[in-house]
T-cell receptor
Framework: SQTIHQWPATLVQPVGSPLSLECTVEGTSNPNLYWYRQAAGRGLQLLFYSVGIGQISSEVPQNLSASRPQDRQFILSSKKLLLSDSGFYLC????????????FGPGTRLTVT | GIQVEQSPPDLILQEGANSTLRCNFSDSVNNLQWFHQNPWGQLINLFY???GTKQNGRLSATTVATERYSLLYISSSQTTDSGVYFC???????????FGTGTSLTVIP
């Protein structure tokens, strides 16, 4: 069966520090991968999605970036965090193709101080 | 732009009551899903339902794609049903999913 992991679970970082969040998927190959952010407990915002290694599409301009160095690994990064980057970050995967059901990881709660 | 709207935004129920949550979308969809977000933030898949009707225990969902809406029914609600319910959809134009703003459900004993 497929599983999706995210780490860390929680993170407190000062403004201006770098960020690296990691997401890995097990039990499937060539998945679509997604990063979402949820602020204030409502409204998931799609940040990035990827249909393959090295292929990243950005939905929202910001100081975040994403990379997919391996088939089942998706990384969310920032060089300098802003207060507004605080939130709950969720990674998700789906099967290739537009009909795929999506599955979410447990999330990372980021607080920028 | 692509719009997914949910109603009501907030709902308070007495335990044992029934409820209907609605999701409207602005275009035809390939994929429509319902999720429950528990108090710990985990998004739990409820239904994958681009069209038709499905049931799972006390929950059921119906999507009428031609009329661009989906409904989630919760019967005999329990306190563990509390949380936020999201619908999400994707379109022919790509692989990305778009979420509604959610319905926050509180079930009181």
């Amino acid at each position: 069966s497929q599983t999706i992991h995210q780490w860390p679970a929680t993170l407190v970082q000062p403004v201006g520090s770098p960020l690296s969040l990691e997401c890995t998927v097990e039990g499937t190959s060539n998945p679509n991968l997604y990063w979402y952010r949820q602020a204030a407990g409502r409204g998931l915002q799609l940040l990035f999605y990827s249909v393959g290694i090295g292929q990243i599409s950005s939905e929202v301009p910001q100081n975040l970036s994403a990379s997919r160095p391996q088939d089942r690994q998706f990384i969310l990064s920032s060089k300098k965090l802003l207060l507004s980057d605080s939130g709950f970050y969720l990674c998700a995967w789906s099967q290739q193709g537009s009909l795929g059901e999506q599955y979410f990881g447990p999330g990372t709660r980021l607080t920028v101080t | 732009g692509i719009q997914v709207e949910q109603s009501p935004p907030d709902l308070i129920l007495q335990e044992g009551a029934n409820s209907t949550l609605r999701c409207n979308f602005s275009d035809s969809v390939n994929n429509l899903q319902w999720f429950h977000q528990n108090p710990w933030g985990q998004l739990i898949n409820l239904f994958y339902i681009p069209s038709g009707t499905k049931q799972n225990g006390r929950l059921s969902a119906t999507t009428v794609a031609t009329e661009r809406y989906s409904l989630l029914y919760i019967s005999s609600s329990q306190t563990t049903d509390s949380g936020v319910y999201f619908c999400a959809a994707n379109w022919n134009t790509g692989n990305q999913f778009y979420f509604g703003t959610g319905t926050s459900l509180t079930v009181i004993p």
